[in-house]
């Protein structure tokens, strides 16, 4: 860049430019993609059905002697729906990223001038009761028919525009499988555990 400005006294890149790309990937690529699996290990605690579930697809699928692979993908519609739960039932960004208006438009009967700033609310198309029925309950059948994946069934919108959808849902379904391959997480109170000592708590 420096050699650039030195030969031509300008560049068409600058450090702000930089700095920019650095935050937009660094910072997504280390926190996002763990605070979504983070969410569906909380809720596999609350509801370790769902855990049972997702394990049972693994083994059938998958086994214990390999990696899960992307090609596993398609074969395990319950894994994907649960990915695709979780980022409805808990928006990682709830407005999404702010963006500016180029020209003004027309939105329902609301007009929206030039250079405004516009947010999506996406916790509330996540949550609306015409759309999911019952938003309020973490349910991964609702994506699924027939025992296969209903893509049809999935207006949410976690990524804010199909741009970025497969990148990070496939990245999401590589970790997310890999983890609970071999991982088996459950709720312990200390004050009980003589209770649950028979309990199996790790596979
Ligand atoms: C499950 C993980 C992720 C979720 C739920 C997520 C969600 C979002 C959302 C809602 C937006 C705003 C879209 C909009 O309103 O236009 C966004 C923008 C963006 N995301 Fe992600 N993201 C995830 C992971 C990642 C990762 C891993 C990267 C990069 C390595 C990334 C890079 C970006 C970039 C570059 C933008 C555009 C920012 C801008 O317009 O200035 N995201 N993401």
Not at 99 to 128: C, G, Q, W
Request: proline share 5%; net charge neutral.
């Amino acid at each position: 860049m420096k050699e650039e400005e030195k030969d031509t006294k300008r560049s068409t890149f600058s450090v702000e430019q930089l700095q920019l790309i650095c935050t937009d990937y660094m910072f997504p690529a280390a926190s996002a993609v763990q605070a979504v699996l983070t969410f569906l290990v909380e809720r596999l605690l609350i509801q370790p059905e769902v855990q049972d579930k997702i394990h049972e697809e693994i083994d059938r699928v998958v086994g214990r002697d390999r990696m899960p692979s992307l090609d596993d993908r398609q074969n395990m519609p319950y894994t994907e729906a649960c990915i695709r739960e979780i980022m409805r039932f808990e928006t990682l960004v709830p407005l999404g990223v702010l963006h500016r208006t180029v020209k003004p438009t027309t939105i329902d009967k609301y007009h929206i001038p030039e250079n405004t700033v516009v947010a999506f609310n996406y916790v509330s198309l996540h949550m609306d009761k015409k759309i999911w029925g019952d938003p309020e309950n973490f349910r991964p059948e609702r994506f699924i028919k027939n025992g296969i994946l209903n893509l049809s069934a999935d207006k949410s919108l976690p990524f804010g525009s199909d741009r970025y959808i497969r990148y990070d849902t496939k990245k999401d379904f590589s970790e997310k499988s890999t983890n609970q391959q071999n991982l088996n997480v459950r709720v312990i109170i200390v004050n009980e555990w003589p209770e649950i000592k028979g309990m199996r708590l790790s596979r």
